[in-house]
């Protein structure tokens, strides 16, 4: 298959040259070349429709991700049974020693036992 070159053609004179070459060919060339072309189109459409295939997986997993983050960012609703419901009181210290303070022992109101 000796011929020129898609690359190296200049596409205003595609047709003359395209032309010259087929009328210079013999009937079993033009046959195989054919065929060679039916196969490329063969193979360049089932590589298409993989693509597709591919794309629509893709997309598919991309809508149940996008769907799956969605629930993940919605507040849980807490449900628990309250025990027992304290009124507390702060104990009244003189002096507060270091530099740790414990802020929970300094709180004031109702506090609940979950």
Same mark, same amino acid.
């Given at each position: ?5 898609l @690359? ?9 040259? #395209?032309?010259? !070459? *087929? ?5 079993? =060339? ?7 072309? =039916?196969?490329? *189109?063969? *193979?360049?459409k089932?590589?298409?429709?993989? #693509?597709?295939? @591919?794309?629509?997986?893709? /997309?598919?997993?991309?809508k149940? /991700? !996008?769907?799956?983050?969605k629930? /993940? ?7 628990? /049974?309250? *025990?027992?419901? #304290?009124?507390?009181?702060? !104990?009244?210290?003189e @002096?507060?020693e270091?530099?740790n303070?414990d ?12």
């Amino acid at each position: 298959m000796s011929g020129p070159s898609l @690359e190296n053609m200049d596409f205003d004179n595609a047709d003359d040259s #395209l032309s010259d !070459e *087929i009328m210079s060919m013999s009937t079993a =060339d033009i046959q195989a070349r054919t065929r060679l072309l =039916d196969n490329e *189109i063969r *193979i360049m459409k089932s590589e298409l429709g993989r #693509l597709n295939h @591919e794309l629509q997986a893709q /997309n598919e997993t991309i809508k149940d /991700n !996008e769907k799956k983050i969605k629930q /993940n960012k919605t507040l849980p609703y807490l449900v628990s /049974n309250i *025990i027992e419901v #304290l009124d507390v009181n702060p !104990e009244d210290e003189e @002096e507060i020693e270091g530099a740790n303070v414990d802020l929970d022992s300094q709180r004031k109101g109702k506090s609940v036992v979950i």
